[in-house]
């Protein structure tokens, strides 16, 4: 069993490559790699994509990687293979994202990614910090995930989906900020699960053990 976390030099990857390998050891997950080559996207069992900056730059930077777009696109929409994106990487699930400029996203899941607007102007943007998770609809990646549960945000950004049976957690912002996104084979966190303690690396056990 391999998971592939995929590098597109977009954030440092260090602490979700611990992440991942840790959890898959605790719970015989098999091997976890961080790579930018196709070859190995399209032979794993599971794929990751992180992300952290700006989404144009983040989904410019993943296409400028030589047949890593493509090679995860096959695996993900043609073969089934699970999927998660975190920040960034979740964002890019979108059909569009709206930072500095309208940027087409990879259209998994519809919505869009917008500017975070608190209701109290007293919150600011970027919203970073913890942050309690509400759960939307349940999920096996969520299982012993329960609402109260404490994550780690860092984002101006979230992603507003189209279908409220693709939002499976959000957290209160000023207003409803989404927090997971999921359907079918697919799965993205805008917070960072390896960042998140208790909750996050439970997330990522049950991911590396999915079977969609």
């Known amino acids: 069993m391999l998971t592939a976390i995929i590098d597109y030099e977009s954030g440092n990857l260090h602490s979700a490559e611990k992440a991942f390998q840790r959890m898959a050891a605790e719970t015989g997950a098999g091997e976890v790699i961080v790579t930018d080559k196709p070859e190995d996207v399209a032979r794993a069992d ?4 992180p992300g952290d900056g700006a989404f144009p730059a983040c989904q ?5 990687v030589d047949g890593v777009a493509e090679a995860m696109t096959e695996a993900v929409m043609q073969r089934g293979v699970p999927f998660m994106g975190i920040c960034v990487g979740m964002q890019m699930l979108a059909t569009a994202g709206h930072e500095y400029e309208e940027v087409a996203g990879l259209g998994w899941i519809g919505g869009d990614v917008v500017h975070i607007d608190p209701s109290d102007p007293a919150l600011k943007v970027p919203h970073m910090g913890w942050n309690d998770l509400v759960v939307d609809n349940a999920h096996p ?5 329960a609402t109260g549960e404490h994550a780690y945000f860092v984002h101006s950004y979230h992603f507003r989906v189209a279908n409220p049976a693709h939002l499976l957690a959000h957290c209160d912002y000023g207003g409803a900020v989404t927090a997971i996104v999921g359907r079918d084979n697919i799965v993205g966190t805008q917070f960072h699960p390896e960042k998140s303690q208790a909750a996050g690396l439970r997330l990522i056990g049950n ?3 999915w079977k969609p």
């Open 46 to 49: 599971r794929l990751v994509l």
């Open 207 to 209: 991911f590396l053990n």
């Open 60 to 64: 410019r930077a993943l296409y400028a």
């Open 141 to 145: 990646v969520l299982d012993g995930v």
